[in-house]
């Protein structure tokens, strides 16, 4: 381009798929603050790119955002071999009608999240644009550099190692509700025995404090373990509200103290039991969920 200013169909058209962009960013990185960061890339990237020479600007703009994408994953993968314990993805409050794209709002969950980070970076990548975007094998082979049969190879072997760790059994929206509820009702009275009635026995508890906040430095498993972790701190918790919020695409609850954030709770629940429980309480995690966030494809 000869303007050092971006054409207004280049800024058009970014700002049409940026919803696309930071959702593909945030499925690949689990992290909102470095899917914003590859936005912003993208956007440098381009606004230099001659649009005469563009055939699809969606096709065009995800490609950039995914190769940005698996440079800040690499850079990203360095990171947690130093973080302070369990390292879980930065919740997003999400907008209730994200529940309605059922397919989205699986792939966006916190369980989805933690299953797809046991994938290859590469492997990811094309997980997340063929399964959830639907792009084809050609498209996704320009994206990350490999042939479109090579891609599909990638895309099969993610696709069995995802569908061997996919929820149990899917539960209708009401049950999740339900199953939530009484979770959270146990969780506010301290009551032991309605907790476990909740928790499946083999129950998995992960906290994030990064460091920063108490957390646990190990997954916590089993129903009497986790009951346990969380009637331990009964007693404060008269000074703590715990709010039903949509967070990734899926209810959960957010925990205040004195009307601030203090941790993000979210749930994996299986046949109508809480089969895992992610807590964030990292503060450096949990700007996402003061505003809602546009996710979309």
């Not at 994200?98 to 999240?113: F, I, K, R």
């Amino acid at each position: 381009m000869d303007s050092e200013q971006p054409q207004p169909a280049a800024t058009e058209a970014f700002v049409t798929h940026r919803n696309l962009l930071f959702t593909v960013a945030y499925e690949m990185l689990g992290s909102a603050a470095d899917a914003e960061d590859v936005l912003q890339e993208t956007w440098l990237r381009w606004a230099s790119v001659d649009l005469a020479t563009v055939r699809d600007p969606r096709a065009y703009l995800v490609r950039i955002a995914t190769r940005r994408a698996l440079d800040h994953l690499r850079t990203l993968g360095r990171r947690k071999e130093s973080y302070v314990g369990p390292w879980l993805p930065e919740p997003l409050l999400t907008a209730p009608d994200v529940a309605e794209d059922v397919e989205l709002a699986e792939h966006v969950s916190m369980a989805m999240l933690l299953v797809m980070e046991t994938l290859a970076p590469i492997e990811r990548a094309v997980f997340v644009l063929h399964e959830v975007f639907e792009f084809g094998y050609d498209e996704i082979a320009d994206a990350v550099d490999r042939t479109p049969g090579a891609v599909r190879q990638l895309a099969y072997r993610a696709r069995v190692h995802v569908s061997a760790r996919r929820p149990r059994g899917e539960a209708s929206r009401a049950k999740t509700r339900a199953a939530l509820e009484a979770f959270r009702r146990a969780v506010a009275t301290g009551e032991l025995q309605p907790l476990l009635d909740v928790l499946a026995p083999d129950v998995v508890l992960l906290t994030d404090g990064g460091g920063v906040a108490q957390a646990a430095l190990a997954p916590v498993v089993g129903a009497t373990a986790v009951a346990d972790v969380l009637t331990a701190g009964r007693p404060n918790l008269a000074e703590r509200s715990l709010v039903a919020a949509h967070v990734n695409g899926h209810p959960a609850l957010v925990m205040q103290l004195e009307g601030e954030v203090d941790s993000v709770l979210a749930v994996r629940i299986d046949d109508g039991l809480v089969t895992g429980l992610y807590v964030v309480r990292n503060p450096e995690k949990l700007s996402r969920v003061e505003r809602e966030t546009a996710v979309g494809r």
